[in-house]
Protein backbone atom coordinates (compact mmCIF):
# COMPACT_ATOMS: atom_id res chain seq x y z
CA UNK A 1 0.00 0.00 0.00
CA UNK A 2 1.56 3.43 -1.13
CA UNK A 3 1.98 6.31 1.25
CA UNK A 4 -0.42 8.30 -0.89
CA UNK A 5 -3.32 5.75 -0.73
CA UNK A 6 -2.44 5.33 3.47
CA UNK A 7 -2.79 9.15 3.82
CA UNK A 8 -6.52 9.81 2.01
CA UNK A 9 -7.45 7.00 3.96
CA UNK A 10 -6.66 8.92 7.39
CA UNK A 11 -7.98 11.90 5.51
CA UNK A 12 -11.56 9.81 4.90
CA UNK A 13 -11.58 8.31 8.60
CA UNK A 14 -11.13 12.28 9.89
CA UNK A 15 -14.56 12.89 8.60
CA UNK A 16 -16.76 13.25 11.27
CA UNK A 17 -19.96 10.49 11.35
CA UNK A 18 -22.60 12.62 9.24
CA UNK A 19 -20.82 14.61 7.55
CA UNK A 20 -20.03 13.42 4.11
CA UNK A 21 -18.15 10.49 5.08
CA UNK A 22 -20.30 7.78 4.09
CA UNK A 23 -18.96 4.52 2.73
CA UNK A 24 -18.09 4.58 -0.88
CA UNK A 25 -20.74 1.68 -1.39
CA UNK A 26 -21.39 2.83 -4.99
CA UNK A 27 -18.10 4.50 -5.90
CA UNK A 28 -17.68 5.10 -9.81
CA UNK A 29 -21.13 4.04 -10.29
CA UNK A 30 -20.18 0.77 -10.73
CA UNK A 31 -22.81 -0.82 -8.10
CA UNK A 32 -24.75 1.74 -8.19
CA UNK A 33 -28.23 0.56 -8.58
CA UNK A 34 -30.52 2.03 -11.73
CA UNK A 35 -33.23 4.35 -10.92
CA UNK A 36 -30.81 6.33 -8.77
CA UNK A 37 -29.18 9.56 -9.39
CA UNK A 38 -25.25 9.98 -9.99
CA UNK A 39 -23.34 11.35 -7.29
CA UNK A 40 -21.27 14.27 -8.52
CA UNK A 41 -18.75 16.73 -7.69
CA UNK A 42 -17.79 19.79 -9.41
CA UNK A 43 -14.85 21.93 -8.55
CA UNK A 44 -13.71 25.12 -9.31
CA UNK A 45 -14.76 28.49 -7.85
CA UNK A 46 -16.07 31.85 -9.13
CA UNK A 47 -18.80 32.31 -12.27
CA UNK A 48 -17.93 29.00 -13.73
CA UNK A 49 -18.24 27.09 -11.27
CA UNK A 50 -21.74 28.56 -10.22
CA UNK A 51 -23.02 27.70 -13.82
CA UNK A 52 -21.59 24.28 -13.68
CA UNK A 53 -23.52 24.01 -10.44
CA UNK A 54 -26.62 25.71 -11.74
CA UNK A 55 -26.50 23.02 -14.69
CA UNK A 56 -25.90 20.37 -12.41
CA UNK A 57 -28.73 20.93 -9.86
CA UNK A 58 -31.14 20.36 -12.47
CA UNK A 59 -29.87 16.57 -12.82
CA UNK A 60 -28.96 15.28 -9.70
CA UNK A 61 -29.71 15.94 -5.85
CA UNK A 62 -26.53 14.87 -4.67
CA UNK A 63 -24.01 17.02 -5.70
CA UNK A 64 -20.86 18.55 -4.05
CA UNK A 65 -18.86 21.62 -4.88
CA UNK A 66 -15.21 21.83 -3.62
CA UNK A 67 -14.70 25.38 -4.21
CA UNK A 68 -11.27 27.15 -4.12
CA UNK A 69 -10.04 29.67 -1.48
CA UNK A 70 -7.24 31.81 -2.82
CA UNK A 71 -9.66 34.72 -3.43
CA UNK A 72 -7.98 38.35 -1.91
CA UNK A 73 -9.90 40.84 -3.44
CA UNK A 74 -12.98 42.84 -2.96
CA UNK A 75 -14.98 42.06 -0.39
CA UNK A 76 -13.48 39.02 0.21
CA UNK A 77 -9.95 40.25 0.95
CA UNK A 78 -10.98 42.77 3.06
CA UNK A 79 -12.56 40.01 5.45
CA UNK A 80 -9.44 37.63 5.02
CA UNK A 81 -7.48 40.05 5.64
CA UNK A 82 -9.23 41.85 8.53
CA UNK A 83 -10.42 38.39 10.41
CA UNK A 84 -7.49 35.72 8.91
CA UNK A 85 -10.81 33.24 7.54
CA UNK A 86 -10.87 31.64 4.31
CA UNK A 87 -12.13 33.89 2.02
CA UNK A 88 -16.11 33.46 1.61
CA UNK A 89 -16.95 35.19 -1.80
CA UNK A 90 -16.62 32.13 -3.63
CA UNK A 91 -18.67 29.56 -2.00
CA UNK A 92 -21.03 32.53 -1.28
CA UNK A 93 -21.31 32.41 -5.51
CA UNK A 94 -21.93 28.41 -4.98
CA UNK A 95 -24.28 28.26 -2.25
CA UNK A 96 -26.44 31.07 -4.32
CA UNK A 97 -26.05 28.95 -7.74
CA UNK A 98 -27.50 25.62 -5.81
CA UNK A 99 -30.92 27.76 -4.88
CA UNK A 100 -33.91 26.65 -6.61
CA UNK A 101 -35.77 27.97 -8.68
CA UNK A 102 -39.04 28.92 -6.30
CA UNK A 103 -39.50 31.71 -4.18
CA UNK A 104 -37.71 31.06 -1.16
CA UNK A 105 -34.47 30.04 -3.08
CA UNK A 106 -34.40 32.72 -5.93
CA UNK A 107 -35.25 35.22 -2.33
CA UNK A 108 -32.23 33.98 -0.73
CA UNK A 109 -29.85 33.70 -3.53
CA UNK A 110 -30.95 37.76 -4.17
CA UNK A 111 -30.15 38.28 -0.28
CA UNK A 112 -26.91 36.63 0.02
CA UNK A 113 -25.53 38.12 -3.54
CA UNK A 114 -26.84 41.73 -2.44
CA UNK A 115 -23.72 43.78 -1.51
CA UNK A 116 -24.13 47.21 0.69
CA UNK A 117 -23.77 50.71 -1.08
CA UNK A 118 -22.37 52.89 1.45
CA UNK A 119 -19.68 55.58 2.28
CA UNK A 120 -18.69 53.55 5.34
CA UNK A 121 -17.21 50.56 6.01
CA UNK A 122 -19.93 48.00 4.93
CA UNK A 123 -19.35 49.14 1.33
CA UNK A 124 -19.44 46.75 -1.21
CA UNK A 125 -19.47 43.37 1.74
CA UNK A 126 -22.11 40.84 0.42
CA UNK A 127 -24.41 40.11 2.93
CA UNK A 128 -23.36 36.47 2.42
CA UNK A 129 -20.14 36.80 3.15
CA UNK A 130 -20.93 38.44 6.16
CA UNK A 131 -23.23 35.57 7.31
CA UNK A 132 -20.63 32.77 6.01
CA UNK A 133 -17.97 34.89 8.70
CA UNK A 134 -20.38 34.71 11.50
CA UNK A 135 -21.32 31.28 11.76
CA UNK A 136 -17.82 30.76 11.04
CA UNK A 137 -16.53 32.28 14.23
CA UNK A 138 -20.00 31.49 16.51
CA UNK A 139 -19.53 27.43 15.29
CA UNK A 140 -15.31 27.55 14.92
CA UNK A 141 -16.13 25.03 11.68
CA UNK A 142 -15.81 26.18 8.47
CA UNK A 143 -17.79 22.98 7.00
CA UNK A 144 -20.62 22.83 9.45
CA UNK A 145 -21.44 26.80 8.88
CA UNK A 146 -21.59 25.63 5.28
CA UNK A 147 -23.44 23.35 5.92
CA UNK A 148 -25.92 25.43 7.68
CA UNK A 149 -25.90 28.41 5.48
CA UNK A 150 -26.95 25.68 2.79
CA UNK A 151 -29.99 24.38 5.04
CA UNK A 152 -31.02 27.75 5.60
CA UNK A 153 -30.91 28.37 1.86
CA UNK A 154 -32.82 25.28 0.72
CA UNK A 155 -29.75 24.87 -1.65
CA UNK A 156 -29.96 21.79 -4.14
CA UNK A 157 -26.42 20.72 -2.69
CA UNK A 158 -23.76 20.77 -0.66
CA UNK A 159 -20.30 23.80 -0.39
CA UNK A 160 -17.20 22.99 0.91
CA UNK A 161 -13.39 24.81 0.83
CA UNK A 162 -10.88 22.44 -1.06
CA UNK A 163 -8.15 23.69 1.36
CA UNK A 164 -8.42 24.68 5.29
CA UNK A 165 -6.36 27.21 5.32
CA UNK A 166 -6.84 30.39 3.04
CA UNK A 167 -4.01 30.02 0.38
CA UNK A 168 -2.56 32.92 -1.79
CA UNK A 169 -2.04 32.42 -5.39
CA UNK A 170 1.33 33.03 -7.12
CA UNK A 171 1.91 32.96 -10.75
CA UNK A 172 5.42 33.04 -13.19
CA UNK A 173 4.57 35.36 -16.01
CA UNK A 174 6.18 36.36 -18.99
CA UNK A 175 6.37 39.73 -20.61
CA UNK A 176 4.37 40.96 -17.58
CA UNK A 177 6.30 44.00 -17.70
CA UNK A 178 5.69 45.46 -21.51
CA UNK A 179 8.92 46.88 -21.52
CA UNK A 180 10.36 43.51 -21.02
CA UNK A 181 8.32 41.20 -22.95
CA UNK A 182 10.78 38.12 -22.45
CA UNK A 183 11.36 38.61 -18.73
CA UNK A 184 9.64 36.19 -16.62
CA UNK A 185 8.25 37.33 -13.23
CA UNK A 186 6.37 36.51 -10.27
CA UNK A 187 2.62 38.01 -9.69
CA UNK A 188 1.05 37.15 -6.69
CA UNK A 189 -2.34 37.62 -5.59
CA UNK A 190 -5.15 36.00 -7.19
CA UNK A 191 -7.27 39.19 -8.31
CA UNK A 192 -3.79 39.87 -9.54
CA UNK A 193 -3.17 36.74 -11.50
CA UNK A 194 -6.75 36.63 -12.94
CA UNK A 195 -5.92 40.50 -14.90
CA UNK A 196 -2.27 40.27 -15.35
CA UNK A 197 -0.94 41.06 -18.59
CA UNK A 198 1.86 38.60 -20.28
CA UNK A 199 1.37 35.38 -20.61
CA UNK A 200 1.02 32.93 -17.30
CA UNK A 201 3.41 30.51 -17.63
CA UNK A 202 2.71 28.02 -14.02
CA UNK A 203 0.81 28.72 -10.91
CA UNK A 204 1.46 27.66 -7.47
CA UNK A 205 0.04 28.67 -4.09
CA UNK A 206 1.23 29.49 -0.82
CA UNK A 207 1.75 27.51 1.49
CA UNK A 208 2.87 25.10 -0.67
CA UNK A 209 1.65 21.69 0.81
CA UNK A 210 -1.80 22.79 2.00
CA UNK A 211 -3.98 20.91 4.08
CA UNK A 212 -6.97 19.73 1.84
CA UNK A 213 -10.38 19.66 3.80
CA UNK A 214 -11.05 16.13 4.62
CA UNK A 215 -14.92 15.89 3.50
CA UNK A 216 -13.93 17.32 -0.08
CA UNK A 217 -11.33 14.63 -0.49
CA UNK A 218 -14.09 11.97 0.90
CA UNK A 219 -16.49 13.84 -1.84
CA UNK A 220 -14.04 13.25 -4.65
CA UNK A 221 -13.32 9.42 -3.94
CA UNK A 222 -17.18 9.16 -3.31
CA UNK A 223 -18.39 10.50 -6.52
CA UNK A 224 -19.79 9.03 -9.84
CA UNK A 225 -18.73 11.88 -11.43
CA UNK A 226 -16.03 14.77 -10.89
CA UNK A 227 -16.51 18.06 -12.83
CA UNK A 228 -13.79 20.01 -13.58
CA UNK A 229 -14.24 23.92 -15.03
CA UNK A 230 -15.30 25.79 -16.38
CA UNK A 231 -13.53 29.00 -15.40
CA UNK A 232 -10.54 31.51 -14.73
CA UNK A 233 -7.93 28.49 -15.74
CA UNK A 234 -4.98 29.35 -13.59
CA UNK A 235 -7.05 31.30 -11.18
CA UNK A 236 -10.43 28.82 -10.22
CA UNK A 237 -9.34 25.34 -11.91
CA UNK A 238 -5.68 25.19 -11.26
CA UNK A 239 -5.82 25.44 -7.84
CA UNK A 240 -7.23 22.41 -7.36
CA UNK A 241 -4.48 20.67 -8.61
CA UNK A 242 -2.17 22.08 -6.60
CA UNK A 243 -3.67 20.90 -3.02
CA UNK A 244 -1.66 17.71 -2.67
CA UNK A 245 -4.28 15.52 -0.56
CA UNK A 246 -7.05 16.82 -2.95
CA UNK A 247 -4.68 16.07 -6.46
CA UNK A 248 -4.45 12.44 -4.95
CA UNK A 249 -7.78 11.81 -4.65
CA UNK A 250 -8.61 13.02 -8.40
CA UNK A 251 -5.98 10.14 -9.62
CA UNK A 252 -7.38 7.67 -6.72
CA UNK A 253 -10.51 7.94 -7.09
CA UNK A 254 -13.18 5.48 -9.21
CA UNK A 255 -15.23 8.40 -10.31
CA UNK A 256 -15.23 9.68 -13.92
CA UNK A 257 -13.87 12.82 -14.60
CA UNK A 258 -14.93 15.64 -16.99
CA UNK A 259 -13.03 18.33 -18.23
CA UNK A 260 -15.36 21.47 -19.00
CA UNK A 261 -13.71 23.92 -21.30
CA UNK A 262 -14.89 27.99 -21.03
CA UNK A 263 -16.17 29.86 -24.22
CA UNK A 264 -13.65 31.79 -24.60
CA UNK A 265 -9.90 33.18 -23.61
CA UNK A 266 -10.13 35.28 -20.79
CA UNK A 267 -8.56 38.75 -21.37
CA UNK A 268 -5.85 38.82 -19.51
CA UNK A 269 -4.92 35.54 -18.23
CA UNK A 270 -5.86 33.31 -21.06
CA UNK A 271 -5.51 36.05 -23.97
CA UNK A 272 -4.79 34.07 -27.27
CA UNK A 273 -5.52 29.99 -26.17
CA UNK A 274 -6.91 27.84 -27.93
CA UNK A 275 -8.96 25.09 -26.51
CA UNK A 276 -6.35 22.45 -26.99
CA UNK A 277 -4.16 24.93 -25.16
CA UNK A 278 -6.17 24.72 -22.21
CA UNK A 279 -5.49 21.18 -21.89
CA UNK A 280 -1.66 21.69 -22.34
CA UNK A 281 -1.36 23.86 -19.06
CA UNK A 282 -3.70 21.29 -17.25
CA UNK A 283 -1.04 18.72 -18.39
CA UNK A 284 1.91 20.34 -17.16
CA UNK A 285 0.17 21.23 -13.35
CA UNK A 286 -0.81 17.19 -13.58
CA UNK A 287 0.97 15.09 -15.76
CA UNK A 288 -0.45 11.87 -14.25
CA UNK A 289 -4.37 12.98 -14.16
CA UNK A 290 -6.34 10.83 -16.47
CA UNK A 291 -9.88 12.56 -17.88
CA UNK A 292 -12.62 10.58 -19.49
CA UNK A 293 -14.39 13.55 -21.15
CA UNK A 294 -13.55 17.02 -22.68
CA UNK A 295 -16.56 18.65 -22.80
CA UNK A 296 -16.47 21.86 -25.53
CA UNK A 297 -19.11 24.65 -27.06
CA UNK A 298 -19.23 23.46 -31.02
CA UNK A 299 -19.18 26.89 -31.52
CA UNK A 300 -15.96 27.47 -29.60
CA UNK A 301 -13.73 25.16 -30.90
CA UNK A 302 -12.32 25.83 -34.33
CA UNK A 303 -10.71 22.63 -35.13
CA UNK A 304 -11.60 19.88 -33.24
CA UNK A 305 -8.93 17.50 -34.60
CA UNK A 306 -6.54 19.22 -32.50
CA UNK A 307 -8.58 19.09 -29.57
CA UNK A 308 -9.09 15.82 -29.93
CA UNK A 309 -5.15 15.21 -30.17
CA UNK A 310 -5.11 16.96 -26.57
CA UNK A 311 -7.60 15.09 -25.13
CA UNK A 312 -6.31 11.71 -25.93
CA UNK A 313 -3.51 12.29 -23.68
CA UNK A 314 -5.68 12.09 -21.13
CA UNK A 315 -7.61 9.10 -22.07
CA UNK A 316 -10.27 11.34 -22.97
CA UNK A 317 -13.40 11.53 -25.35
CA UNK A 318 -14.16 14.96 -26.77
CA UNK A 319 -18.03 15.72 -26.68
CA UNK A 320 -18.95 19.33 -28.86
CA UNK A 321 -22.49 20.77 -27.62
CA UNK A 322 -24.09 24.19 -27.59
CA UNK A 323 -24.21 25.21 -24.55
CA UNK A 324 -23.56 28.45 -24.40
CA UNK A 325 -26.41 31.28 -24.19
CA UNK A 326 -27.54 32.69 -27.05
CA UNK A 327 -27.52 36.49 -26.70
CA UNK A 328 -23.96 36.48 -27.93
CA UNK A 329 -22.19 36.44 -24.43
CA UNK A 330 -19.79 33.74 -23.04
CA UNK A 331 -21.51 32.05 -20.57
CA UNK A 332 -23.15 29.24 -20.55
CA UNK A 333 -26.89 28.64 -20.54
CA UNK A 334 -27.59 26.59 -17.42
CA UNK A 335 -30.44 24.19 -19.61
CA UNK A 336 -28.55 23.63 -22.72
CA UNK A 337 -25.46 22.74 -20.09
CA UNK A 338 -27.71 20.42 -18.10
CA UNK A 339 -28.27 18.82 -21.04
CA UNK A 340 -24.68 18.43 -22.39
CA UNK A 341 -24.13 17.26 -18.55
CA UNK A 342 -26.86 14.69 -18.51
CA UNK A 343 -25.81 13.30 -22.22
CA UNK A 344 -22.60 12.54 -21.18
CA UNK A 345 -23.16 10.72 -17.92
CA UNK A 346 -25.58 8.72 -19.56
CA UNK A 347 -23.13 7.47 -22.76
CA UNK A 348 -20.05 7.27 -20.62
CA UNK A 349 -21.53 6.09 -17.23
CA UNK A 350 -21.14 2.57 -16.30
CA UNK A 351 -24.57 1.41 -15.95
CA UNK A 352 -27.85 2.65 -17.58
CA UNK A 353 -29.83 5.79 -16.93
CA UNK A 354 -30.10 7.14 -14.05
CA UNK A 355 -33.33 8.14 -14.02
Not at 91 to 101: E, F, H, I, N, Y
Request: proline share 8%; with cysteine.
Amino acid sequence: MTGRTLRLRRLRRAVPEGRGGRPAEARGGRVRRRGTQPKVVALGGGRGLSSSLAALRRITGDLTAVVTVADDGGSSGRLRDELGVLPPGDLRKALAALCGDDDWGQTWARVIQHRFQSQGDLHDHAVGNLLIVALWEQLGDPVQALDLVGRLLGAHGRVLPMSAVPLELQALVKGHDPERPEEIGTVRGQATVALTPGEVQSVHVVPHDPPAVPEAVAAVLDADWVVLGPGSWFSSVMPHLLVPELLDALMETKARRVLSLNLAPQPGETDGFSPQRHLEVLGRHAPKLALDVVLADQAAVPDGALLEEAAKRFGAAVELAPVARTDGTPRHDPELLAAAYDRIFRMHGRIGPWR
